[in-house]
Nanobody, 123 residues
Framework: QVQLVESGGGLVQAGGSLRLSCVAS????????MGWYRQAPGNQRELVAV???????NYGDSVQGRFTISRDNARNTVYLQMNSLKPEDTGVYYC?????????????????WGQGTLVTVSS
């Protein structure tokens, strides 16, 4: 079984910074994309940032220039450095990964979500 465990959420004042981490564990053969999504109350889940295994990144328009995604492939870990936080960044942040996993003698593709970590930005 594969799981993603996020950490680093919390309460911060506007203009502050937080760093989220997400570690993937289990019978992982390889990880392709890893990224972050967020969901504010009453809103749909939206892309924050995603990184391919090779390091190509893509960001949501609202976080471009403020957030930075990075990966440590050796540790199956993805990070999200969030700077200049705004109250509208408040929400539950979910880690997402597109994996290849080992099951018996086969390797199969799997998409996994973390349980989410709450980020609250006060004005």
């Amino acid at each position: 079984q594969v799981q993603l465990v996020e950490s680093g959420g919390g309460l911060v004042q506007a203009g502050g910074s937080l760093r989220l981490s997400c570690v993937a564990s289990g019978r992982i053969f390889s990880i392709n994309n890893m990224g972050w999504y967020r969901q504010a109350p009453g809103n749909q889940r939206e892309l924050v940032a995603v990184s391919t295994r090779g390091g190509t990144t893509n960001y949501g328009d609202s976080v471009q220039g403020r957030f930075t995604i990075s990966r440590d492939n050796a540790r199956n870990t993805v990070y999200l450095q969030m700077n200049s936080l705004k109250p509208e960044d408040t929400g539950v942040y979910y880690c997402n990964a597109a994996l290849r996993v080992v099951s018996g003698t086969t390797i199969s593709d799997l998409e996994v979500w973390g349980q989410g970590t709450l980020v609250t930005v006060s004005s």
